[in-house]
């Protein structure tokens, strides 16, 4: 039979979706199945994620932004970024910034329709101390700015009573990506173990907050690395699922890697979408360079969010492109108020907006 009239694999995911759609749940093997269609199948698979999408989160897109807060001298080894202290990347070098220049990002993430702000630090983690005490400010600050919500991404919890002092500071969501499944993490990173990560995401959903963690795609997984980590984030209950694409460094372990080709990157949303159809999905970090003129179809493959303006080290899309974008397909962005007109940032210590240089894309909160 001429392959335009197979029809196989429609038959096949149909009752699939179905089930989906009734509250079931896909097993792994059927996920392979998702991560392997070819030609026209790729969009009956678009199609139907699409459907999850529409159905679990109707036609709302939820944007959030960063603010990288601490940048660079992180003293792990996470071989995907470039803010480690161990490999030779040139990144800005600077402490936490101060309450200005959250109020600023907070600001400039508004007008990019962003509900939530995340204040991202470089560091291994949280311990008690001046430290947290900066931080604490920090996010009070963030969380008394009018609509829009305090996240973070600061690194390993190990101890039971922070994050307790994050919440009552106002933090609304929690982000600590696992990255990849267990048993490839070790290939990326050697000074933390997976189930410090996970420890972290446990905290953090006992103190009551939500928590947002996903992966980066294109660091040499399999595909049944792909599939384990949507699993196990479904195992996790997270809120939030950022899918991050490797923008390879400079400097990092991973410079060398091959972009991916846009299709498999869609390929990967829409198994995200049938494993975890009520969990939020953002399409982040590396977006613009491995999507490239296929962006749009990050949320007709079922992804329901997205980070708007810079990442940490890199810049992103114009908010106003993302925007129209958003908008001609037919989704709601929500409202933008007039963008905040601030300078570039002249030194570490100063309060004004820092200007991101070309480099890597990190995880997204």
Request: a negative charge; one cysteine or more.
């Given at each position: 039979?001429?392959?335009?009239y197979?029809?196989?694999?429609?038959?096949?995911?149909?009752?699939?979706?179905?089930r989906?759609?009734?509250?079931?749940?896909?097993?792994?093997?059927?996920?392979?199945?998702?991560?392997?269609?070819?030609?026209?199948?790729?969009?009956?698979?678009?199609?139907?994620?699409?459907r999850?999408?529409?159905a679990?989160?109707?036609?709302?897109?939820?944007?959030?932004?960063i603010?990288?807060?601490?940048?660079?001298?992180?003293?792990?080894?996470?071989?995907?970024?470039?803010?480690?202290?161990?490999?030779?990347?040139?990144?800005?070098?600077?402490?936490?910034?101060?309450?200005?220049?959250?109020?600023?990002?907070?600001?400039?993430?508004?007008s990019?329709?962003?509900?939530?702000?995340?204040?991202?630090?470089?560091?291994r983690?949280?311990?008690?101390?001046?430290?947290l005490?900066?931080?604490?400010?920090?996010?009070r600050?963030?969380?008394?700015?009018?609509?829009?919500?305090?996240?973070?991404?600061?690194?390993?919890?190990?101890?039971?009573?922070?994050?307790?002092?994050?919440?009552?500071?106002?933090l609304?969501?929690?982000?600590?990506?696992?990255?990849?499944?267990?048993?490839?993490?070790?290939?990326?990173?050697?000074?933390?173990?997976?189930?410090?990560?996970?420890?972290?995401?446990?905290?953090?959903?006992?103190?009551?907050?939500?928590?947002?963690s996903g992966?980066?795609?294109?660091?040499?997984?399999?595909?049944?690395?792909?599939?384990?980590?949507?699993?196990q984030?479904r195992?996790?209950?997270?809120?939030?699922?950022?899918?991050?694409?490797?923008?390879?460094?400079?400097?990092?372990?991973?410079?060398g890697?091959?972009?991916?080709?846009?299709?498999?990157?869609?390929?990967?949303?829409?198994?995200?979408?049938?494993?975890?159809?009520?969990?939020?999905?953002?399409?982040?970090?590396?977006?613009?360079?491995?999507?490239?003129?296929?962006?749009?179809?990050?949320?007709?493959?079922?992804?329901?969010?997205?980070?708007?303006g810079?990442?940490?080290?890199?810049?992103?899309?114009?908010?106003?492109?993302?925007?129209?974008?958003i908008?001609?397909?037919?989704?709601?962005?929500?409202?933008?108020?007039?963008?905040?007109?601030?300078?570039?940032?002249?030194?570490?210590?100063?309060?004004?907006?820092?200007?991101?240089?070309p480099?890597?894309?990190a995880?997204?909160?």
């Amino acid at each position: 039979m001429n392959d335009a009239y197979d029809l196989s694999f429609r038959n096949w995911l149909s009752p699939l979706l179905s089930r989906v759609l009734s509250g079931g749940t896909i097993e792994r093997d059927e996920a392979l199945r998702l991560l392997q269609v070819e030609g026209p199948d790729c969009f009956e698979l678009f199609a139907a994620a699409n459907r999850l999408r529409h159905a679990f989160h109707g036609d709302q897109v939820h944007l959030c932004s960063i603010v990288n807060a601490k940048s660079g001298r992180c003293s792990e080894d996470c071989g995907f970024c470039s803010q480690s202290v161990r490999f030779p990347s040139d990144v800005p070098e600077y402490d936490l910034v101060d309450d200005n220049t959250i109020v600023e990002h907070a600001q400039r993430a508004k007008s990019n329709a962003s509900q939530a702000l995340g204040i991202v630090a470089a560091w291994r983690g949280l311990k008690k101390g001046r430290e947290l005490d900066a931080v604490l400010e920090r996010i009070r600050t963030l969380a008394a700015q009018d609509g829009i919500h305090a996240d973070a991404s600061l690194g390993l919890i190990d101890d039971p009573d922070i994050p307790p002092m994050l919440k009552e500071a106002g933090l609304h969501t929690y982000n600590h990506n696992l990255e990849t499944r267990r048993k490839h993490f070790g290939t990326i990173c050697e000074t933390h173990s997976y189930d410090d990560r996970i420890a972290t995401l446990k905290m953090i959903k006992e103190a009551g907050m939500r928590t947002c963690s996903g992966g980066i795609f294109g660091m040499g997984e399999s595909l049944e690395d792909r599939i384990d980590l949507a699993f196990q984030l479904r195992e996790l209950e997270v809120d939030v699922i950022p899918l991050n694409f490797l923008n390879p460094m400079p400097g990092t372990p991973m410079e060398g890697k091959p972009l991916l080709e846009p299709m498999e990157c869609l390929r990967t949303v829409a198994m995200f979408r049938f494993v975890n159809p009520t969990t939020h999905l953002m399409v982040a970090g590396g977006r613009e360079v491995n999507l490239r003129q296929l962006q749009p179809l990050m949320f007709a493959a079922g992804a329901d969010a997205t980070m708007a303006g810079a990442y940490l080290t890199s810049g992103g899309n114009e908010g106003t492109d993302d925007l129209d974008m958003i908008r001609q397909l037919g989704l709601d962005p929500g409202e933008a108020i007039q963008p905040v007109q601030a300078e570039p940032r002249k030194s570490a210590g100063s309060s004004r907006l820092q200007v991101i240089q070309p480099g890597t894309s990190a995880p997204a909160v």
